[in-house]
């Protein structure tokens, strides 16, 4: 069965800090995994996407790895800002076989004045 | 451009009625996929339409249908309501069956 696990459930930090948020999968076989940020209330928005071959993808303060060995992928968030207080999902597809993509339950952060 | 639009944005719903939520993809955009996310939970599949044909389908009971017209929109039904419908449902539209682009959703309470 097809799982995406997340760690920690839940994060507070305080501005400025930097955190590290863990996505462990059992998708096969692989073909990408995104790291989605959703404010509270509204839809997700896609932060990046990692594909099989690639192993670190930055978006300004947030770098996303990939080890598709162990299926783990991380999203570090670097001098973190109240604005990025939201709910971070990952989300891993399968190829065309089972093309449907299956979500973690995202970790809840947090970030303190 | 628009992004992806739901409506209504929110609705409360008594046990047993039914519920129709719509949805419009991005301009251009073929695929419409429906999601439900309970609070403090991920998102969870609900069905994928491509083409106005259904791609797939999520673990969800007949009560859930769901249909795409010709100009790509789409429409979520529920049919007899139940406490644990309450949920945010979300609609996703992508070009072809690739990266989703998210709508603000509708929140959906059942009393």
């Known amino acids: 069965k097809n799982q995406v696990e997340q760690s920690p459930q839940s994060l507070i930090i305080l501005e400025g800090k930097n955190c590290t948020l863990q996505c462990n999968y059992t998708v096969s076989p692989f073909s990408n995994l995104r790291w989605y940020k959703q404010d509270t209330g509204r839809g997700p928005v896609s932060l990046t996407i990692?594909?099989?071959?690639?192993n670190t993808k930055s978006n300004g303060r947030y770098t996303a790895t990939l080890d598709a060995d162990t299926k783990q992928s991380s999203l570090h968030i670097t001098a973190s800002q109240l604005s990025d207080s939201a709910s971070y999902i990952c989300?891993?597809?399968?190829?065309?076989?089972?093309?449907?993509?299956?979500f973690g339950r995202g970790t809840s952060l947090i970030v303190h004045p | 451009d628009a992004g992806v639009t739901q409506s209504p944005t929110h609705l409360i719903k008594t046990r047993g009625q039914h519920v129709t939520l719509r949805c419009s993809p991005i301009?251009?955009?073929?695929?419409v996929s429906w999601y439900q996310q309970v609070l403090g939970q991920g998102p969870q599949f609900i069905f994928q339409y491509y083409e106005k044909e259904e791609r797939g389908r999520g673990n969800f009971p007949d009560r859930f249908s769901a249909r795409q017209f010709p100009n790509y929109s789409s429409e979520l039904n529920v049919n007899a309501l139940l406490l644990g419908d309450s949920a945010l449902y979300l609609c996703?539209?992508?070009?072809?069956?690739?990266?989703?682009?998210f709508g603000q959703g509708t929140r959906l309470t059942v009393v």
């Open positions: 989300v891993v597809r399968g190829t065309r076989g089972s093309y449907i993509p299956t």
């Open positions: 996703a539209s992508s070009l072809r069956l690739d990266r989703a682009f």
């Open positions: 301009s251009g955009h073929k695929s």
């Open positions: 990692m594909t099989f071959s690639e």
